[in-house]
């Protein structure tokens, strides 16, 4: 009986699994980072709405020679809404870089004086910016992490603190995320 139970089971879920796991990986807007699958039957987000959207990352990258897990999601909820039909025009993203992802933000040199490495979240964070996303770091981490302003890479702009950039968003309409 258990055998022919099993057997059920598994020439009823077989076809589903094969599809699933049969995905291609999608990258609608950042073409090299935060990999996507389409999912059949979803629900998506409105297509016509304007999505303003300000991630709170301070997610702190253990294993310095890879991207930033936090940095990758943003680039997830990117190629996510896209993937979801969401013009890329109606997609305003910023994020607000403090604590544990600060040196997210380093030159490569800065990166090697610390790390030994270059950082590898540097392209990301290129093609983040290319994209449109506004990437800030907080000023208060920085001093506080003893960094130079001179060893902050260019596509960041600098920010009071991560406080007031997400309160200053969140009065402009963005939706605050938290990414830990």
């Known amino acids: 009986m258990l055998k022919k139970l099993l057997l059920t089971f598994t020439v009823l879920i077989l076809p589903f699994i094969s599809e699933v796991s049969a995905q291609d990986t999608n ?14 039957n979803s629900v998506n987000p409105n297509a016509d709405q304007e999505y303003k959207i300000v991630v709170d990352l301070k997610t702190l990258q253990r294993d310095k020679s890879s991207i930033n897990p936090g940095l990758n999601n943003v680039a997830r ?3 996510l809404h896209a ?7 109606n ?19 800065a990166y090697q004086k ?17 994209a449109g996303v506004e990437l800030y770091v907080c000023g ?3 001093i506080a992490r003893q960094y130079a302003f001179d060893e902050i890479h260019e596509h960041i702009t600098f920010g009071l603190s991560m406080l007031t950039v997400v ?3 969140v009065h402009d ?6 990414f830990d």
Request: glycine residues 10%; without cysteine.
């Open 83 to 89: 993937l979801g039909g969401v013009k890329h025009e």
């Open 91 to 109: 997609l305003k993203v910023s994020v607000a870089i403090h604590g544990g992802a600060t040196d997210v933000t380093l030159t490569d040199e």
């Open 140 to 142: 208060q981490s920085l």
């Open 114 to 130: 610390r790390y030994e490495m270059d950082n590898p979240n540097l392209p990301l964070l290129t093609e983040l910016k290319e």
């Open 173 to 178: 309409g963005y939706v605050p995320l938290v």
């Open 167 to 169: 309160t200053t968003h």
């Open 27 to 40: 990258f609608p807007i950042i073409k090299n980072y935060g990999g996507i699958f389409e999912i059949p």
């Open 77 to 79: 909820m990117i190629n």
